[in-house]
């Protein structure tokens, strides 16, 4: 008697740079509730982007039912019955919900009414507990419901097998008991779910068995009931313990804190789709000063840096840079200042892919003027370069034949030598291996010591914000909800602050 | 009265005709296809619809084969910026001059055909006719097209995919449909409306034919399609002002003492009044462009 | 069996010399290929023109021409600057010369007449780009359009006044401008059969100094072609990106016009009407130029001279009966094709995969 739903055997995927998975074997049984934990670039993503037809494998076979099968774009993993649940949403914002979940429905012709799916739809929400109109669009939902409505997709599709990754993090708490109450109900009616998350503590609770992921390779698959936290954490980071704090805390007495280079008074910036994403925020960094702002993405931080780059409108509300007011004025005149930006999407907002290392710094207005000394900008390449340990057959290379580490590191590595006044890092250390990321991290904190750069450290890994700052400020739904002294941090509490409700 | 009715009527050719090009062009933009070949092909179609009119000797057969020629142009972009990852301007252009220089060649032989059939048989003519009738039904079919359009964009699984097409291919790719062939089918169709348009353009309304003939005029469409949201409903304001200027521009001329070079100009630049209007005023909000219009789409593999 | 579209690891090597040449080839026999089916010419006789063309030596002044233009297009194009407006800046360009030459009392002095006529030229060039790009800049309306459709304008423009308040008093019956006054002229090679004149000559040398500065050894040309990559993260990294796209327009636009005053003092010597018939379409072939180049300043004159030999053997067929723009606009349309198609191999390949 078969009782396996899906298999994977010897799956292997590389990218440029990296190993995502290697020769990974797993196994999914009908009716199971199967967490896959992992550190962040464990391979957990890939391996169900994989099996969701985003990525192709190098290598491996997965098998469904037995079958062996060949899943090359979601329609077909759709097709046999696997689900992916993933933290961005991927609807459309312009559609309506009924019009995003009738595109999935590839039994149904290209003539077919929309109305026709609005009865089925009513009925499955309300199995799910919920209530929603199939005649809304996309772009009015708050997350939680968006995530919602990927479940409802899920389910309208016939999904057998519902992989959730990190879907569950930003839910929340009530939410994510009616979720898992949900998962369970799904799982006694024959389905099957992989769960990733990196809340080791729920993963125990909530699953019936573990597999545990380190750099690609699959460490062993455990009963909740047979680990303990502990060794669930042995097996996820292996012989390195993770700790607070590994820099020594210097206590610099000279360097006296008194000037405010940033000012950001109640500060009201649209998003994307004319709600706002920024409600009145209120915050000044001093010389040397380094304030993290930890929060779930999308609660505004983004659109937060943008404003005070001058790349989005401010609405109302004041950003004062060392002394000048720059709200609504161009980047230009915020950059002559001396602020070095780490963007976001780095591909999309900080590198052009296509500029060699040398074009990607002469690119600055404050590095090269009227005529171009390339000399000049060559050696500062090449100082970077070595600084950081760039991979790169020359300063000409164009960047996007480097490895995203590596293009990361050019633009980091550009953006801290720049930086004179104020320093607005998003997500320094994304993407970069630990050792550079551990350099990075202490570039920022000499900068902010010795050079007095004020630092706005936005970032989505609270053990990075809460090593790095001085003070830390939890963005929730636009909103900075605590600024919290360095000392007086409890980092469960912090965690709470950023869950959205 | 009558004379009013009349003068509404007449504009009934010029319209149809920008009209049905204009939505088409709409309609195809909304797949998320930056449709540049669009002057190009029309100028082909009509070449195509005044050919097939003289060596078929009928001119409701020639919209059909104006149709046919535009549709497998429209086809053949969609095909080429959704399989490969080519720039859509590039393309676009690429087409548009392929067009230029397809009608030219298509077109030239043509007139000495006709020229041969009128000494044998004076009374031989290409165009339908401008009678009332011909009137009333240009306009059935125009509102006809924009019901059945607006009916699919709003209310059908195929309007919801090509609008997801438009807005962001690679979710509505995991949405589930498949963004290539609804974009072949968005080509098709709304170029099927670009030749249909460029047929009438020929046949009804300005029957005659000479090398640069209907140059220049897809980018009017162009501009008609732009300056009202490619929204079914709207862009036939836009093509009623734009018929009425076309259709009246000798009265223009009469009335301003004009010299035709500059009464032909009228329409260009008022092409880009419009779309500098629709540019400058809320309206560009409201009814914006897909999201992903002209975005190449490709499915690339990279962690970052 | 699927057919899939992977990037490759290192971009395909030599490229750059093969995707042109290939698009080249393959677009010329297509051609061939549509003469052949709609107009009966037999490929023989073609390529024969195809032939006479790369010989002749009136493919020389397209060759100086196209390489002006290309130059000019590709300072554009690198920034993702569609300029597709040339025809109309050729014209403007063309406009400027004559006033100068026809109107004013400058043309009587040789040296300053010429300089006159060369930078209004620039200015009108520049002034119908700059239109374009305040359009883009702050309106953000596509340039592909309005370039496009100022072409016409600037024809109109053109037709207009050379039908009415410039109208030659010594024309014979023609629609035309008078015969510019011979001091103007440029003065032609004196080799036989030759029409290109020691000033176009110096300009094309002054263009291309100016562009190889331009965009190797200027700021603004490291922000140019970033332009063209990421036009977000020049913003970010705080430049002005809308005056520079203005910018962009504007040179080549400038660049264009000073074509058409070369055009009017160096060949034409007057302006017919109506202008779409006599002109060479050199603005629309130089897209087709900028584009085979890959953007490359070296590979210009290469390429010019190519696509000047192909116009020429269009103007051949012209006598031969054939409407002769028609032959270019066809040759650009399947050579253009072609390489767009191909263009993709040189970053990406087919792979071909089971199931």
């Known amino acids: 008697m078969n009782d396996i739903v899906l298999k994977v055997k010897n799956l292997t995927k590389r990218f440029p740079g990296v190993t995502a998975l290697d020769n990974v074997n797993f196994e999914l049984r009908y009716g199971e509730i199967h967490g896959l934990l992992g550190e962040n670039g464990a391979g957990k993503s890939t391996l169900v982007k994989i099996l969701y037809g985003i990525y192709t494998p190098d290598s491996g076979e997965i098998y469904i039912d037995g079958r062996k099968v060949v899943i090359t774009s979601p329609i077909d993993a759709l097709k046999h019955g696997l689900a992916l649940v993933s933290q961005n949403p991927q609807l459309i914002d312009k559609l309506t919900i009924a019009e995003n979940l009738i595109l999935g429905l590839t039994k149904l012709g290209l003539m077919t009414p929309i109305r026709r799916i609005y009865g089925k739809l009513r009925e499955l929400s309300e199995e799910l507990g919920i209530e929603i109109d199939p005649n809304v669009e996309v772009w009015k939902l708050s997350y939680t419901q968006k995530q919602l409505v990927e479940i409802l997709k899920a389910l309208l599709l016939g999904a057998k097998v519902l992989m959730i990754d990190e879907a569950t993090t930003l839910l929340p708490s009530n939410e994510k008991r009616r979720f898992y109450e949900f998962l369970r109900k799904f799982t006694l009616e024959g389905g099957s779910v992989i769960l990733i998350t990196h809340k080791i503590r729920e993963a125990l609770e909530v699953s019936d068995r573990i597999t545990v992921l380190r750099l690609g390779k699959v460490v062993g698959t455990v009963r909740p009931n047979e680990v303990s936290i502990d060794e669930v954490r042995m097996m996820m980071f292996g012989k390195r313990i993770k700790e607070i704090n590994y820099y020594v805390e210097e206590q610099i007495k000279a360097l006296v804190r008194d000037k405010v280079v940033l000012e950001v008074r109640d500060l009201w910036v649209l998003g994307d789709h004319g709600t706002y994403a920024v409600r009145g925020v209120s915050f000044n960094i001093h010389r040397g000063e380094i304030l993290g702002i930890a929060g779930v993405a999308g609660n505004g931080q983004n659109e937060l840096a943008q404003s005070i780059m001058g790349l989005r409108k401010v609405v109302k509300g004041k950003i004062i840079i060392d002394g000048h007011d720059v709200t609504n004025k161009d980047t230009v005149k915020v950059r002559e200042l001396g602020v070095g930006y780490i963007p976001d999407s780095p591909l999309k907002h900080g590198v052009a892919p296509d500029g060699s290392i040398e074009d990607n710094i002469a690119m600055l207005p404050c590095i090269a003027r009227g005529i171009v000394r390339w000399s000049y900008v060559r050696s500062l390449a090449r100082k970077l370069i070595s600084e950081y340990d760039i991979v790169a057959p020359s300063t000409k290379t164009p960047i996007k034949l480097l490895s995203g580490g590596n293009i990361m590191k050019v633009l980091v590595s550009r953006e801290l030598s720049i930086a004179r006044k104020l320093l607005i890092a998003y997500n320094p250390t994304r993407a970069l291996d630990e050792a550079t990321a551990m350099k990075v991290r202490k570039m920022i904190k000499r900068k902010a010591w010795e050079e007095g750069t004020a630092v706005l450290l936005i970032s989505e890994d609270l053990d990075e914000v809460l090593q790095l700052s001085d003070y830390v400020a939890v963005m929730n739904s636009g909103k900075i909800v605590s600024l919290i002294p360095k000392g007086r941090i409890v980092r469960e509490e912090v965690e709470k602050l950023m869950v959205v409700k | ?304 | 069996m699927r057919v899939t579209v992977v990037r490759r690891v290192k971009p395909l090597p030599l490229g750059n010399v093969l995707i042109p040449s290939l698009s080249i080839i393959i677009g010329v026999l297509l051609a061939s290929l549509v003469l052949y089916l709609l107009m009966n010419i037999p490929p023989s006789q073609f390529f024969t023109y195809v032939g006479e063309g790369f010989v002749s030596l009136e493919t020389l002044r397209d060759f100086i021409l196209l390489t002006i233009l290309g130059t000019a297009l590709i300072i554009s194009f690198k920034g993702a600057v569609w300029n597709i407006g040339a025809e109309g800046q050729i014209a403007m360009g063309m406009l400027a010369a004559a006033y100068v030459a026809l109107f004013t009392n400058l043309s009587s002095s040789p040296v300053l007449g010429k300089i006159m006529m060369v930078v209004l030229a620039l200015i009108l060039g520049g002034a119908w780009g700059l239109i374009a790009g305040i359009l883009k800049a702050y309106l953000s309306i596509d340039e592909v359009a309005s370039t496009l459709i100022m072409n016409y304008v600037a024809y109109y423009i053109l037709n207009y006044l050379v039908r009415g308040p410039w109208k030659g008093k010594h024309t014979y019956g023609y629609i035309r401008t008078d015969l510019i006054p011979e001091s103007t002229y440029f003065s032609t090679l004196p080799i036989r059969g030759i029409t290109i004149t020691y000033e176009e000559i110096l300009l094309l040398v002054i263009t291309l100094v100016f562009a190889y500065v331009l965009l190797y050894k200027t700021a603004l040309g490291v922000r140019i072609r970033i332009l063209g990559s990421n036009p977000e993260a020049l913003k970010a990294a705080g430049v002005n990106v809308k005056l520079l796209t203005i910018t962009l327009l504007t040179i080549s636009g400038a660049i264009s016009g000073m074509v058409g005053a070369a055009q009017l003092a160096g060949y034409l010597h007057r302006i017919s009407y109506p202008i779409e018939t006599h002109t060479p379409y050199l603005g629309y072939t130089a897209i087709l130029v900028a584009w085979l180049s890959m953007l490359d300043l070296r590979a210009v004159p290469i390429i010019a001279f190519i696509i000047g030999s192909l116009n020429q053997a269009g103007r051949l067929l012209q006598i031969a009966g054939v409407g002769g723009i028609a032959v270019t606009y066809l040759f650009i349309g399947t050579i253009l094709v072609t390489f767009t198609v191909l263009r993709v191999f040189s970053e990406y390949r087919i792979k071909l995969m089971r199931g």
């Open chain 2, 1 to 304: 009265m009558d004379t009013i009715i009349q003068s509404i009527l007449a504009v009934a050719p010029a319209f149809t005709a920008y009209y049905l090009t204009a939505l088409g062009h709409g309609f195809f933009e909304k797949s998320g296809v930056l449709n540049l070949a669009i002057d190009g092909v029309f100028y082909l179609s009509v070449a195509v619809a005044y050919a097939s009119a003289v060596y078929m000797g009928n001119p409701y057969m020639a919209i059909f084969t104006s149709a046919l020629t535009a549709s497998i142009f429209g086809i053949l972009l969609a095909f080429i910026v959704t399989k490969l990852p080519i720039s859509h301007g590039a393309a676009g252009l690429s087409l548009m001059f392929l067009g230029y220089g397809l009608g030219a060649l298509i077109g030239n032989p043509a007139v000495f055909r006709f020229r041969e059939i009128k000494m044998t048989n004076i009374e031989f003519n290409i165009n339908i006719p401008r009678t009332p009738l011909t009137n009333v039904t240009l306009l059935l079919v125009s509102i006809v097209a924009c019901l059945a359009l607006l009916y699919i964009l709003k209310g059908t699984k195929l309007g919801a995919a090509i609008r997801a097409s438009g807005e962001d291919p690679h979710a509505a790719s995991a949405l589930g449909i498949d963004v290539l062939k609804i974009r072949l089918l968005a080509g098709a169709i709304g170029y099927a409306l670009i030749g249909i348009g460029a047929a009438i353009f020929e046949l009804v309304w300005l029957p005659t034919w000479q090398q640069m003939h209907g140059m220049g005029h897809g980018w009017i469409a162009f501009a008609i399609s732009l300056s009202s949201g490619r929204h079914p409903v709207l862009t036939m304001l836009t093509s009623t002002a734009f018929a009425t200027l076309l259709t009246y521009q000798y009265l223009l001329q009469a009335a301003y003492n004009l010299s035709p070079e500059i009464a032909k100009m009228t329409p260009f630049i008022a092409a880009i009044a419009a779309m500098t209007i629709f540019m400058v005023t809320p309206l560009r909000r409201k009814l914006s462009p897909p999201l992903s219009l002209g975005k190449i789409f490709f499915k690339e593999e990279r962690t970052l």
